[in-house]
């Protein structure tokens, strides 16, 4: 069974004030009035504006242009070709090109009037600022997608959380766990979140700041760091006091991913992992120096990952209404 979506039902309702309105003002080609709303409501309120304004200026040129040239030289079939060969440059340049089809409505309302007169302008100018103005209040109102966006948030944190334990299992006991399905899932949950935040962005008209999509952005970037340091777990053979402390760090972290202001708890305790490692016997074999060297730079992913992470400002917590102080 198919599914009505909001914007259909606002659509239709549209169409049938916008045109009930025309008509209660008497005004001819009121149909058109419906048509101005059907292309004016949009899946964002931003694109709707954009919408509205460029069918706004269009429509305004295209009445002005038609009644010079539909005047100036004749009201034949061949007038419309040429005037649209002015005209829809003329859009193009002023970057309102998405009006052209709409103004082409009311481009043949003056080839069929035959006549310019005040009471006929009025008349298109009524019809245009109708069917904008339903459009636009229309779309005041957008469903929230908080809910939405805070669920993708926290299959996003499940997934890192779930990836972090299964790297500090494999640096513990050499448990490789799910990973493949973990990462999948991250890097889906991820583009579905940027996706979804920048949708819910363009509802907002008064707000700068895209908090969410600054959110999975930051997210991203983390993942590409994950992906970096996984290949890394392939030099680790011994089970040196290092790497079970570096395993103990990262599970640590495991069970601290959300979406909190700061990182820099975990930034100190992998401070301060770093300088005991500076304080311990130094490798004796080759294959120990080797492991070494690349348990360092996993270290030093694992910092720049919580650095991404201190930068960002922070997600309020539904649950308790604040924001969280320490994250991964």
Do not use: W
């Amino acid at each position: 069974m198919f599914k009505i979506g909001y914007r259909t039902i606002k659509t239709a309702v549209g169409a049938v004030l916008s045109i009930m309105i025309a008509q209660l003002f008497q005004l001819e080609n009121f149909a058109s009035a419906g048509i101005l709303t059907i292309l004016c409501i949009k899946p964002t309120k931003r694109k709707s504006l954009k919408a509205a304004m460029d069918r706004f200026v269009a429509c305004f040129i295209a009445l002005l242009l038609a009644s010079l040239f539909f005047e100036l030289i004749s009201y034949h079939p061949i007038v419309i070709g040429i005037l649209l060969l002015v005209f829809i440059p003329a859009t193009v340049k002023l970057t309102v090109q998405d009006g052209i089809v709409t103004a082409s409505v009311i481009i043949l309302h003056v080839y069929m009037a035959e006549n310019i007169t005040v009471s006929f302008i009025l008349n298109e100018v009524f019809l245009i600022v109708i069917g904008l103005l339903v459009a636009l209040l229309l779309n005041l109102y957008m469903p929230s997608l908080d809910k939405k966006l805070l669920h993708i948030r926290d299959e996003v944190e499940l997934h890192i959380s779930n990836i972090l334990r299964s790297i500090a299992n494999y640096l513990k006991i050499n448990d490789e766990g799910l990973l493949a399905n973990e990462i999948t899932g991250l890097d889906q949950a991820i583009q579905r979140g940027k996706e979804l935040a920048f949708k819910d962005y363009e509802n907002r008209l008064l707000q700068e700041e895209n908090l969410y999509f600054n959110y999975f952005i930051m997210r991203e970037k983390q993942f590409h760091i994950i992906e970096r340091v996984l290949p890394l777990l392939a030099s680790f053979q011994f089970n040196t006091s290092q790497r079970i402390q570096v395993a103990e760090f990262i599970r640590d972290l495991s069970e601290h991913v959300h979406s909190g202001n700061t990182a820099h708890h975990f930034l100190y305790k992998l401070y301060r992992l770093k300088h005991s490692f500076d304080q311990m016997e130094l490798p004796k074999t080759r294959e120990e120096l080797q492991e070494h060297a690349a348990l360092l730079n996993f270290v030093r992913e694992m910092e720049q990952y919580l650095q991404i992470k201190s930068h960002f400002k922070g997600l309020y917590d539904t649950k308790t209404d604040s924001k969280k102080e320490t994250s991964g």
